[in-house]
């Protein structure tokens, strides 16, 4: 079975492209979809950006080794 949100992120990604537009826009229709709130949405994205931010520093200290 084929997953729909890989089906529109892959083709984009193996031509090269930036898709952080289209994961912007599931993320909004993944929380209309789950009736968030503004609050709620303002703290899953502080959130994801945490961890993006720890997982990036983690990659250049592996890197630095």
């Known amino acids: 079975m084929s997953d729909p949100v ?3 992120i892959s083709p ?3 031509r ?3 898709v ?3 994961e912007a826009e599931i993320d909004q229709l ?3 979809f789950d009736g968030l709130t503004r609050e ?3 703290i899953i994205e502080e959130s994801l950006q945490e961890r993006t931010v720890a997982r990036e ?3 250049d200290s592996a890197v630095e080794e």
């Open 6 to 8: 890989a089906d529109l």
């Open 12 to 14: 984009r990604r193996r």
């Open 16 to 18: 090269g492209a930036n």
């Open 20 to 22: 952080s537009a289209v």
């Open 30 to 32: 993944v929380y209309s």
């Open 40 to 42: 709620e949405i303002a």
């Open 57 to 59: 520093v983690a990659d």
